[in-house]
Structures are given as C-alpha cells and as structure tokens.
C-alpha cells in the first residue's frame, strides 16, 4: 500500500542519514523515546534545535568577524552549538563544530571561520533533509515510526 | 533501546511517596525519583526530560540556574538528584553546584558537550558526584538513582568509599571515585554527628528522600567562625562556652559548640599523630570549608591546612580561602581545591557539614582517606590506611547492613568495629540499631557488602568480622542490594574470594525474591554464572522493586525472538560501554546479562517451560539496568534456587557459551576466582 511503500520510504532515508553519518544512534534514541503521550517528540525536539540554531548561527559569524574576537564567547555559544547538535545527533554538524573549536584553540581565526562556514554547511543541509523526512513522518500517519529495523 | 514500554504500570506517586517515607524501599523505585534538571539549552532541556520521564523519574525543568537555586531553597526536600548544564549564561554550573552542595546537599550531575578533562576534573573538584557528557544516552540517565542511594548510605555511615561505578564509561575512574567519596563524606560527617546525638539525627534520618539536617548545620560560614573563634583563644584555652560567646550565633548551643570542638580537636590530634595522613588531614579538616568550593589550590589547601590544623591560621585566611573556594571572590583562578583536604574536611567535619560533593571526590580520590579524619575514631590510624579502601567499602557495607536492621545491623556494628578505624563504626553500630529500618529505605546497599567485607578482611584481618556482617546481613536482609551502588566495581579490586557469597545469595535469593519472580530469578541466575559480581550482588536480596518492575515493565509478549533481538543490543550496548572500562557499569552489566540472559531464554525456549523463562527473562531484560541486576541477584543463589523448569543442561550450556563470550568482562570486576563457582549445575 501506499503506506507502506511510504514507511519503506522513510526506513530508508533514516538509513541513509545514518550511512552517511549525518545523523547517528542519538538520533534514533530520541526517535524512540516517543510514545503515546508524545508521539512526534523527536519531530518536536528537531523543531526547537533548529529555531535555536536560526539564531545561534548568525550571532556565532558575527562574533568570528568581530575583532577582537570574544573567545570566551565564542566558546561558549559554540558549546552550546555542539551540545544540542550532538543531543539530537547531528552528528556531522557536531564534527565540524569540533574543528572549529579546535582551530580557534589554536588562534587560527582564519581556519576557524572555514570551519564554521562548514558546520553552516552541514547544518544547512541537514535541515533540509530533516524536513523533507518528517513530512514524509507526517503524511504517513501518527504510527509509531521508532520501529525502525533494528 | 527499550526505555519505552509498560512503565505506565508503575505509579511515581506512590513510589515518590514511600521513598519520602524513607522506612522502606519503594517497590518502585527509582520510579518517582525526583530529579531537577537545569540547562538553559531548550533543545537538551526537552530531550533530557522526556528520557527521565521515561525513566519513570519525577522531572521537574529549569533553564535558569537563579530558577533553580530559588525552586531547591524554598523546597529543600523537594528533590532527590539535580542533573545541571555546566555552561549557563546566568551562573556557572559549577558554582550552582557549590550551592547545592552547601545548602542542600543534594547529589548534583553535571553535564556538558564539553568533554576536555580539565573541565571533567572541575566537575570532581567542585564536588560533583557525575558527570555526563552530551549527548546524554537514556541508558546514563538510568543509572542517576545510585547517587542518590550512596548519599544516603554515606549519611549513615562515615566511611569513604573509595570509588563508585559511574553510568557511563566516559568518565574517568578518578571521577567516579571521587563521587564515592564526596557521599561517603558525607555520610562520615553524620555519622560522626550522629553519635553525639544519636536519637535526634536518628529521627532526622528518617526522610531519606533528602539528607536530613541534623539540628545544627556546621556549614562553611558556621565553621569557619568556630575555627576563628578556636584561633582567637588558643586551641588549648578554647572551651566551648567562650567559642560560643565569640562566634555569637543565635541558635548555637554551648553543646553543640562542644561537639564539634570535641571532633575538631581529634581532628588535630589526628593530624599531628598521623603521619602519612596528616597531609589528609590537614588538608581535610581545612577542606570542609574550602571543600565546598572546591577551587583552592593544593598548595593553598596544605597551608592552610597545616595553619588551620595548628590553629594559627588566621580565621581571615581561612575565610579567605573558603571565600575563594566558593568562588565568591574571584579566586577560583585555578585553586585546585587538594583533593585531601577535601577528603579530610569530611571526615572531620561534622557531616551536618553540607560541603559540596566535591569534597567527597576528593576523598575519593586519596586514597587515603581517612575515614575519620578529625572524627574521633576508636582504630589506630595505621589502620585508617588500610581501611580507607576497605572502608569505603564498608561504609557502604555498614550502610547497606543497617539498612536491613536486622542481624544486618548487628552484624554492620561488628564489621563496622571492625573495619572502620573509626569509632563511627560504634556510632554506625548504634545508629544501625537504631536506623537500621531506615536504612532499607535508602535502598539496599548492600551489595557491597559482599565486597567490602572481603576489603575489610583482607585489609584489616579481621576476615571473620567483616565477613560475618557482610554476608549475614546480606543474606539476611537481602535488601542490601547494592546493585545501582556499582561499588561492587570497587571490590573487585580487593579480589577478596567472595566464595561465601554465593551462599548468602541463596539465601538472599530465596528470601528476598516475590514468588513470581523466583522463576525469574532462577532462570536468569543460571546465566549470571560468569559474573562474580553478580553472583555479589545476587547474594543481596534483590530489591523487590527491581523485580517488580522487571515483571512489569517488560512487554511479556516478546519472546525468543525479541529476545535475540535483545541479546543483539545488549551486547552492542555492551560494547558501547565499554566493558573493558572495569568499571561495574551498571549497564555494561545490565548488558551482559542480557544477552547472557537472553542467550539462555533463547536456548530455554525450545523447552516448553522456557516459555516461561522467557517471559520472566523478558521482563527482566527490560532495558533497566537494576532489573537486570536483580536477575543476577536471582545468579546469586543460582545453585540452590535454579529452578526446575529450566533445563539447567540448557541452561548451562548457554551460560557456559555466555561464559566464553562474555568472560573478558569478568576479568575487570576482579572477581576471578568466583565466576564459576556459583554456575549451578
């Protein structure tokens, strides 16, 4: 039916997210963790990240263009960044935050701001693919969908 | 993951309740747990809440550290644990932390993306009792109720523990040891409180939901007056009335002064009769104030010690250092707070003292440390050395024993005697008469029994003593589970041959387990063979509320097949976890059994009675990792309690090949010679 064919659909775009390591296990944590009383949590809980992240990642490049550059600031924000990325298992976004940090340990401003235009890349990327797979959620109807095939 | 499921059933109310009510274990729990969380990230914030809630835990969500410090002050026993984000914009998480453990003396967890070590170690010295780093699995989540248990066991008992088992194996060792010890301080401090006014804190311990408050609270301010005052007269003209006078606290009785003067004088004595210690020592008896804060350098920590201890240090440096250590000031520039101090300011404090959990893991973290520092303590302190180790374990033994209030807490006094140094191990004894019923309450710890008892033995010689109380009690009151204290990961270093134990887990085993759950429990002590510390623990009684949730929360409709399906996550769990970490990963365990479990429901369900087993396996595979542990309480008494509708054949060869698979994870709890004795054939 046409619903399964959908489900099929959605098992494997899951899948794909986590071949290729855009998204990992933590996702499909939070993915489980809806239940009745909450069936579209991980819907939900992506939802905020990505309105948190609307505004966290423009602050971020302009905190990297300011000079001089807050460090402490841009640490923080950027913990954050990777705190919540890493909590819905963004797990790509997560990396390049990791270099990014590391770079601006160094003080390679330079190197960083690369970095950063890749965790925007990521990010950017991952959103779109998000949305696209919770409508797909939603079209198929409130059925549990952390059943994937384990 | 299986943290969805039948959980409904459980009624957090209810458990929330006897929990307060702090007589009994909650058959629940740690349903109803009541867990504060604080991160100003929404996006964790709501993950972290649904996972708890999921845990069947009360949550109650806060993004702003001020927020939180406000809800703990106005309801001091309105919480259990505080899980708190280390990067807040309005308060750093660790000086929350320093709060929390100040005033309320509650467990606190830190939590962060951040993972670099210093910042981990920052968690430790400031007192933390874990520290998880983001992304927060629910399996890490599931084990935050040992915390909570341990503060409570440390309550009664003064004893440091010298580690603990941490929830996930990210943590490092130290961490997770420190943790150990900052309860224990805890602990030790009312222990040692407790003996001077044994009937009054015995009813104030009555709430185990929350660490009672004995009628005075030598906290760092209060402290520091009393060390002032102490300073200004000379230590040798101190007397309690002229303390009084000078330090002009309203409230303050001259007894109360006098006590504590009482303690604080054996804490010099201590300091200057033990040699090896006395860096501790001073360090100790200084922490308890700079404990809390957890910022103040080693080197700061010994002067000030040693000053203190003299009773030259002049009460200003002293408040000095304690303004830094909390942070107030702006001294926090890498003060490392001397992890001894921290240790000794417990056990020499009283442990009305609130001092932050860091203190507690520094304790942990010297091994040396003295459970009694500056608490008078009725061993020689050349036994306080061997017995930190053991005495951590014992404490949690003592606790544990109490808890049963039966011959437990007879035989606690005794192993107590025995193996703490410390006269607390009287006080431990009294107390456990006394608060023995309470003590199940704070929720079987006994497991550690087993352990430490063989610490205590080994340390001390006194093999007899500490066994007795170990394993009666265990056997006797089998509350003492001990399973979430993962301390058991601590025993295994003392290699003690547990051999006794599995005795007393039949016999735990029997008496503790719900009829229904004996086939249970049967079923799975047949595949625990291979752990040793199972074999422990199972000699505790199972808490009953382990099973009960196990027959509850698992959806008894899966069988073999989930059960393969099981076995599969549990072992990759497993592998997660990192069993090789040796730590007594209450879910590296929980995982192992699993599987083992599951492998030999596999196997049992070719039987017709497998059925059964695999039912009860289900259920307790259920993904929490206590349940799984009471499956190897039910290993504990394997020989005596395997039931008979197992194929034990079967149910052999499945362990055996478990066994096989699952032995290098063995080898980490140390308890080598003890895996294959309690396999029942």
């Known amino acids: 039916m046409e619903n399964r064919s959908l489900r099929e659909q959605i098992a494997a775009m899951r899948q794909s997210f986590l071949d290729e390591e855009i998204l990992d296990t933590q996702f499909i944590q939070l993915e489980e963790l809806s239940d009745k009383d909450e069936p579209s949590i991980a819907e939900e809980v992506v939802t905020l990240y990505f309105r948190e992240t609307t505004e966290l990642l423009p602050n971020l490049e302009e905190d990297m263009k300011a000079t001089p550059i807050d460090f402490p600031k841009l640490d923080r924000i950027l913990h954050r960044l990777k705190g919540n990325s890493a909590s819905i298992g963004a797990s790509k976004v997560r990396n390049e935050i990791n270099k990014t940090m590391a770079l601006l340990e160094e003080g390679n401003v330079e190197g960083a701001k690369a970095a950063f235009e890749q965790v925007r890349k990521e990010h950017d990327t991952l959103k779109a693919k998000l949305e696209t797979y919770f409508q797909q959620l939603r079209q198929a109807g409130p059925v549990d969908p952390a059943t994937p095939s384990k | ?681």
Not at chain 2, 67 to 77: D, F, G, I, P, V
Not at chain 2, 186 to 208: F, I, L, Y
Not at chain 2, 212 to 234: C, D, I, T, Y
Not at chain 2, 448 to 453: E, K, P, R
Request: a negative charge.
């Open chain 2, 1 to 681: 993951m299986n943290s969805s499921g039948g959980k409904g059933s459980m009624s957090t109310a209810s458990s929330s309740a006897a929990w307060k009510a702090g007589d009994v274990v909650p058959d629940q729990f740690p349903a109803g747990l009541r867990v504060l969380v604080v991160d100003d990230d929404p996006t964790c914030l709501m993950i972290l809440e649904k996972m708890l809630r999921t845990c069947l835990y009360e949550v109650t969500k806060c993004n702003r550290a001020e927020t939180a410090l406000s809800m703990l002050r106005e309801n001091k026993n309105g919480f259990d644990i505080v899980i708190s984000d280390v990067h807040m914009p309005d308060m750093d998480g660790f000086k929350l932390l320093e709060h929390i453990g100040l005033e309320m003396d509650l467990p606190v967890i830190m939590m962060s993306a951040d993972d670099g070590k210093h910042v981990v170690m920052k968690g430790v010295t400031h007192g933390a009792c874990d520290y998880l780093i983001k992304p927060v699995r629910i399996e890490a989540l599931k084990n935050i109720w040992q915390h909570v248990v341990r503060k409570r066991k440390n309550e009664w008992k003064d004893f440091e523990q010298s580690g603990s088992v941490e929830e996930g194996d990210r943590q490092p060792k130290q961490s997770e040891e420190a943790d150990y010890s900052s309860s224990a301080n805890e602990g030790n401090w009312k222990s040692s409180k407790k003996r001077k006014d044994d009937d009054d804190e015995a009813e104030e311990r009555d709430d185990t939901s929350t660490l009672k408050k004995p009628r005075v609270v030598w906290s760092v301010e209060l402290h520091q007056q009393f060390v002032a005052a102490v300073n200004q007269l000379g230590i040798d003209k101190a007397v309690p009335k002229k303390i009084l006078e000078l330090m002009n606290v309203p409230g303050l009785t001259r007894e109360n002064v006098a006590s504590h003067l009482q303690k604080y004088r054996l804490y010099l004595r201590r300091l200057s009769g033990v040699s090896q210690h006395q860096s501790n020592l001073n360090n100790s008896f200084i922490s308890p104030q700079e404990a809390t804060f957890g910022p103040l350098s080693p080197l700061n920590g010994l002067d000030l010690q040693t000053l203190a201890a003299t009773g030259q240090l002049p009460a200003q440096s002293l408040a000095t250092l304690q303004a830094a250590g909390l942070g107030r000031s702006t001294a926090k520039s890498g003060i490392a707070m001397p992890l001894v101090d921290q240790r000794n300011i417990f056990s020499f404090e009283n442990p009305k003292l609130r001092f932050g959990e860091g203190q507690q893991q520094h304790m942990n973290n010297n091994k040396q440390i003295n459970l009694l520092h500056g608490i008078p303590t009725t061993m020689e302190p050349k036994q306080l050395a061997s017995l930190h180790h053991s005495a951590q374990s014992i404490g949690n033994m003592n606790v544990q024993v109490t808890s049963h209030g039966v011959q437990g807490s007879q035989n606690n006094s005794l192993l107590i005697q025995m193996a703490q140094p410390q006269p607390r191990g009287q006080i431990l004894n009294d107390s456990a008469g006394s608060h023995a019923p309470r003590l199940p309450s704070t929720m079987g710890q006994p497991i550690l029994s087993n352990g430490i008892a063989a610490n205590v033995s080994t340390r001390n010689g006194i093999p007899e003593n500490i066994r007795g109380p170990g394993y009666n009690p265990v056997s006797q009151t089998s509350s003492m589970l001990n399973f979430p204290m993962n301390h058991t990961s601590e025993l295994p270093g003392n290699s003690f041959p547990l051999g006794s134990t599995p005795g007393i887990s039949s016999l735990t085993s029997k008496g503790a387990f719900q009829e229904d759950l004996n086939s249970d429990i049967k079923g799975s002590g047949g595949f625990m063979p291979s752990y040793d510390i199972f074999n422990d623990l199972n000699q505790h009684k199972p808490q009953n509320w382990e099973l009960q949730n196990v027959g509850m929360t698992f959806d008894a409709s899966q069988h073999s097949n989930s059960l393969q399906g099981n076995l599969d996550l549990a072992q990759s769990v497993l592998v997660q976890q990192g069993f090789s970490s040796g730590q007594m990963n209450g879910q590296n365990r929980s995982a192992a059994v699993v599987s083992k479990a599951m492998f030999s429901a596999g196997d049992c369900t070719e039987q017709g009675n497998a059925q059964n087993v695999n039912h009860h396996l289900n259920n307790l595979l259920v993904d929490n990792t206590i349940r799984i542990k009471s499956e190897r309480v039910a290993d504990a008494g394997p020989a005596n309690l395997f039931p008979d509708h197992f194929g034990q054949d079967d149910l052999m060869s499945a362990l055996l090949k478990q066994q096989e698979g699952i032995a290098p994870a063995e080898n980490e709890f140390d308890f080598d010679g003890y895996s294959m004795d309690n396999i029942p054939v």
